[in-house]
């Protein structure tokens, strides 16, 4: 059975996105006969899929419903069974799918917040980091359930699984619905404008250094600068080849600081 987390704190009523089939049972929801408990929180992957194809018509339909929520001209997620390695935490209840976060590592290319720019390259203020964070796709809780917990309940399940904080993700396109719910549950604020319209927030850069902690946060980041660099100086030949054979010895130390020196007798390219 997939991973999932059981939540209690909170049962779901007026569950409008149902389905004619128990979607819990194609995700492993425990059974619980006398209907108590709250939604269950499965863990979405490519294996899950091809074990449970009718997992695609809810995917399908509440990837559609989101984007219509968002205003997005199409889905995020559909009903394709194949992730190509991204997950979907999906909140079931019996035969009713209550909401929805998709998650998947992306390289990107971002400028840091200023004050990191400023003290990791003090003369270069517009240089990229390329980083590998996990980020959120796509977020979306059924209207008949929002302003209810479970958009928190989801959020914390894929937290714990990924083993991040929510500062370690990056954000695509966030709705300012999310905005407001990243600030008002975990104090996500200050974000530098990126123009992939991803959203990275301060503390992603700051913890620890500039480096993210946590299983999942991607790899260290890596400056993305274009300098220019010079032709390394040809070396000087010493060629005594005029002298008499007797004063052809190596040249003295003195005599290759000397020339080392000296300017090249072509001007560089690089300095025009």
Same mark, same amino acid.
């Given at each position: ?131 590998n964070p996990v980020c959120a796709l796509d977020f979306y809780v059924h209207e ?45 604020e200050s974000y530098r404008p990126q123009n992939n319209n991803f959203v990275v ?26 300098? +220019?660099?010079? /032709?390394?100086?040809? =070396? *000087?030949?010493? @060629? #005594?080849?005029?002298? $008499?054979?007797?004063? +052809?010895?190596? /040249?003295?130390?003195? =005599? *290759?600081?000397? @020339? #080392?020196?000296?300017? $090249? ?8």
């Amino acid at each position: 059975a997939p991973a999932g987390i059981w939540l209690w704190a909170v049962e779901a009523h007026a569950l409008a996105m149902e389905f004619p089939f128990r979607v819990g049972s194609l995700v492993g929801e425990p059974h619980n006969p006398d209907g108590g408990g709250g939604p269950y929180v499965a863990r979405v992957t490519d294996e899950v899929l091809q074990s449970a194809q009718r997992l695609c018509e809810v995917l399908e339909a509440m990837g559609k419903a989101s984007a219509v929520a968002q205003g997005l001209r199409k889905p995020v997620t559909t009903g394709s069974p194949h992730l190509s390695g991204q997950r979907v935490y999906l909140a079931v209840q019996g035969r009713a799918a209550i909401g929805l976060l998709k998650v998947g590592t992306k390289r990107l290319f971002v400028a840091p917040p200023l004050a990191v720019a400023q003290r990791d390259r003090s003369d270069v203020h517009d240089a990229l980091q390329e980083i590998n964070p996990v980020c959120a796709l796509d977020f979306y809780v059924h209207e008949s359930c929002q302003r209810q917990g479970y958009g928190r309940l989801i959020f914390d399940a894929m937290l714990k699984s990924e083993g991040l904080d929510a500062a370690d993700l990056a954000y695509d396109r966030p709705s300012p619905k999310l905005i407001s719910f990243l600030r008002h549950h975990f104090g996500l604020e200050s974000y530098r404008p990126q123009n992939n319209n991803f959203v990275v927030f301060d503390e992603y850069f700051l913890r620890s250094g500039g480096r993210v902690a946590g299983r999942g946060a991607g790899a260290a980041h890596q400056p993305m600068q274009l300098e +220019r660099t010079r /032709p390394p100086m040809p =070396e *000087q030949s010493y @060629d #005594r080849s005029h002298l $008499p054979f007797s004063d +052809r010895s190596a /040249p003295s130390a003195a =005599e *290759q600081l000397r @020339d #080392r020196a000296r300017p $090249p007798m072509m001007p560089s390219p690089w300095d025009c």
